[in-house]
């Protein structure tokens, strides 16, 4: 069983910049590969961005790629999402997710393990 907390959310203004954290406990969070996935009010959970284990590869949704950074630092058992450049239409509710394998990262079905979420709520 792996617990997911997320933190960082908030309220910005476009233009602005905040960073998520995800703090994992209950097994060995190397062996995890971690997402972000957001969540928009009357809308479907999306991907977001992904990191293999060791955090040398990175994955990213198009909306969000050159102006997310996700990375992980396993001694902190921590992964984090660092979002800049932000618009209005990533208000959401963002969330981290664990899984064992990297197969079709992009679907959260494949994600054994989530966080509760944390709001980023973005004003134009």
């Known amino acids: 069983q792996v617990q997911l907390v997320e933190s960082g959310g908030g309220l910005v203004q476009a233009g602005g910049s905040l960073r998520l954290s995800c703090a994992a406990s209950?097994?060995?969070?190397?062996?995890?590969?971690m997402g972000w996935f957001r969540q928009a009010t009357g809308k479907e959970r999306e991907f977001v961005a992904a990191v293999s284990w060791s955090g040398a590869s990175t994955y990213y949704a198009d909306s969000v790629k050159g102006r997310f950074t996700v990375s992980r630092d396993n001694a902190k058992n921590t992964v984090y999402l660092q979002m800049s450049s932000l618009k209005p239409e990533d208000t959401a509710v963002y969330y981290c997710?664990?899984?064992?394998?990297?197969?079709?990262?992009?679907?959260?079905?494949?994600?054994?393990?989530w966080g509760q979420g944390t709001q980023v709520t973005i004003s134009s």
């Open positions: 997710a664990a899984r064992r394998g990297s197969a079709d990262y992009i679907q959260g079905n494949n994600y054994a393990y």
């Open positions: 209950g097994r060995t969070f190397s062996n995890y590969f």
